[in-house]
């Protein structure tokens, strides 16, 4: 009997006939996600009812990179548990296409192991952005100022490797073993280091801003002028032999012992991810929360007199009237919390806020001062902002079709990917603004000042600007009011 081929992806895939055959593209220490890039197998049967596998090898990493070229064993199993090796490791070069039949014709399971070994290679400043490098062993290697940003580095092995001043922004290093790594002035901004082994390390004065931190281990190691703003430290383990400055070890506490009835202070806890810890009853007079992440914690009957509130995210916060809070940041709490269409905020100071995605629908924000504020995504359709002063904010994909900015001040603002359809911005000031892929469609510019503001890829499509001001105005892909593009 004769049978076509099929080919997959990554994936379980079925094969026809009398036999049932499945392939799993495996990779690195098994089982991980995809650790090759285009990583395809085509699966056959042969006339003499033999199971024919076949890949094309493929670099782990993007065009422009540094070729990072896997080794590949294939196994086999009945149940998903014992895996039997149908091959030895098999090594390839670029571009070849590895073919390999198994002459076992009862029911099989397949997988195809991708193998990155490169312990202590000399990787120095090499370029492996975006890098599919799960499981991946670097044991050893020196990767010195190397490009691993955006990789996938998850369950990847760095035991004693050399990460100095490397670039591993927004990389995944879920369950990654990084004992012993050297890694000072390293950048894990925003990079996934949940559940990994960074114990016994070196990350002096490494950034890990926003880094996921959750279940990750830190005996041991040194933490000392690391950038940790708003590091997620959730079951985060740290030792007395940890070295780590005050504020984040202090983050650290309040995230994992919590702060119920806590005396803290005059205390400096600013640039902080506080989601879900509990400070009911606390006193937090005078001390800094300066863009702390406060989503879903609890507050109430917590004292913040004269403490710095500024930039503070109290999306889901609980508090009650027991809660001792300044007015501002109490409003703030009520329009991120309780939204409703058509608040009447005129003249109200809503400086130095934190309204994303902030729903603010038909409000009067006349006369308000709104500087400096970070507004981005928010909803101002049909809002009101005559006379408001909206400079150096952030208004990015913020929704402000059909709002009135008369004589509105917004120089300096971020209005990036905005929607100001129908809006009305006469006489308004929008000096060194940034309009970059706003939509500005019939809208009312007449008298408007867009002195030096920058126009990339906006459309003032149908818009009226009758005595509107684009002195210095940076005009790339900009569509005019006319349908035209204009360049220059």
Request: some cysteine; overall charge negative.
């Amino acid at each position: 009997m004769k049978f076509g081929a099929w080919s997959f992806s990554g994936a379980w895939s079925l094969v026809f006939g009398a036999f049932v055959v499945f392939v799993i593209c495996s990779f690195g220490f098994l089982p991980h996600a995809l650790a090759q890039r285009a990583f395809s197998i085509a699966i056959a049967s042969t006339n003499e009812n033999r199971i024919a596998i076949s890949w094309k090898v493929q670099s782990a990493t993007p065009i422009g990179d540094l070729f990072i070229i896997p080794q590949f064993r294939v196994q086999r199993s009945i149940e998903l548990k014992t895996w039997t090796p149908v091959s030895g490791l098999l090594s390839g070069s670029l571009g070849q296409t590895f073919s390999l039949i198994d002459s076992n014709s009862t029911l099989g399971i397949y997988r195809v192991e991708s193998v990155i070994s490169k312990q202590y290679a000399e990787l120095n400043n090499a370029k492996l952005s975006f890098g599919q490098l799960a499981g991946a062993d670097f044991f050893g290697a020196r990767l010195f100022g190397a490009s691993l940003d955006q990789a996938d580095l998850t369950r990847s092995r760095f035991v004693g490797a050399d990460l100095r001043f490397a670039n591993l922004r927004g990389s995944s290093l879920i369950g990654a073993d990084l004992f012993n790594v050297q890694a000072a002035s390293a950048d894990f901004t925003l990079a996934n280091l949940a559940g990994a082994d960074a114990s016994f390390a070196d990350f002096e004065n490494a950034s890990l801003n926003n880094a996921d931190l959750t279940g990750a281990d830190f005996s041991f190691s040194i933490l000392t002028g690391a950038d940790l703003s708003f590091a997620s430290f959730f079951e985060t383990t740290l030792d007395s032999d940890t070295l780590i400055d005050g504020n984040p070890k202090l983050v650290w506490q309040l995230v994992n012992q919590g702060a119920i009835g806590a005396i803290l202070t005059n205390q400096d806890i600013s640039l902080a991810t506080l989601t879900n810890v509990n400070f009911n009853g606390a006193n937090l007079s005078g001390s800094d929360l300066f863009g702390d992440d406060l989503r879903s914690a609890d507050i109430r009957g917590a004292n913040f007199t004269s403490a710095r509130m500024t930039f503070v995210d109290f999306r889901g916060t609980i508090l009650d009237s027991t809660t001792i809070l300044d007015s501002k940041s109490r409003l703030v709490w009520l329009i991120l919390n309780q939204p409703t269409s058509g608040r009447d905020l005129h003249g109200t100071n809503l400086s130095s806020v934190f309204l994303f995605q902030a729903n603010l629908i038909n409000a009067n924000l006349t006369n308000s001062v709104c500087t400096n504020s970070f507004f981005e995504r928010a909803n101002f359709s049909g809002a009101n902002f005559g006379k408001a002063n909206l400079t150096g904010s952030d208004l990015i994909q913020a929704n402000l079709s059909n709002s009135i900015l008369t004589n509105t001040v917004g120089s300096t603002a971020f209005f990036e990917f905005a929607n100001l359809g129908r809006a009305n911005l006469a006489r308004a000031t929008f000096t060194s603004a940034d309009f970059i892929g706003a939509s500005i469609t019939n809208a009312d510019l007449t008298l408007a000042g867009f002195r030096f503001t920058d126009l990339t890829d906006a459309s003032l499509r149908n818009s009226v600007t009758n005595g509107a001001d684009f002195t210095g105005a940076l005009f790339h892909n900009t569509i005019m009011p006319d349908g035209s593009i204009r360049n220059f």
